[in-house]
Nanobody
Framework: QVELVESGGGSVQTGGSLRLSCAAS????????MGWFRQAPGKKREGVAG???????RYADSVKGRFTISQDNAENTLHLQLNSLQPEDTAMYYC??????????????????WGQGTQVTVSS
């Protein structure tokens, strides 16, 4: 089993920045790709960004140029830098991991392991 623990959420004003982190343990060798998802109240969970072991990345169109996904393989930690935040970015953000040896996707079903989420709130 892989455990994922997110941190770094909070409340910011429009245009602000946050950095989310996700610590993975203990069977991290099972992980091939990881991703960030978000879910706003009353909406479906949507993919934000994904990255695989080789460093290939994928982003949702809505966050391209504003969010950056990165990973620290030595520390088994995933990050998401959120810049130029907008009120529509308000959501619970979840970290996810997959053992499938495929390019990163933004599809919920691709990921087997999920964290509990960290809240991001952007006020205007």
């Amino acid at each position: 089993q892989v455990e994922l623990v997110e941190s770094g959420g909070g409340s910011v004003q429009t245009g602000g920045s946050l950095r989310l982190s996700c610590a993975a343990s203990p069977y991290t060798s099972r992980i091939y790709s990881m991703g960030w998802f978000r879910q706003a109240p009353g909406k479906k969970r949507e993919g934000v960004a994904g990255i695989d072991k080789s460093g290939n990345t994928r982003y949702a169109d809505s966050v391209k140029g504003r969010f950056t996904i990165s990973q620290d393989n030595a520390e088994n930690t995933l990050h998401l830098q959120l810049n130029s935040l907008q009120p529509e970015d308000t959501a619970m953000y979840y970290c996810a991991a997959s053992s499938l040896r495929l390019p990163p996707t933004l599809t919920v079903d691709f990921y087997k392991y999920w964290g509990q989420g960290t809240q991001v709130t952007v006020s205007s």
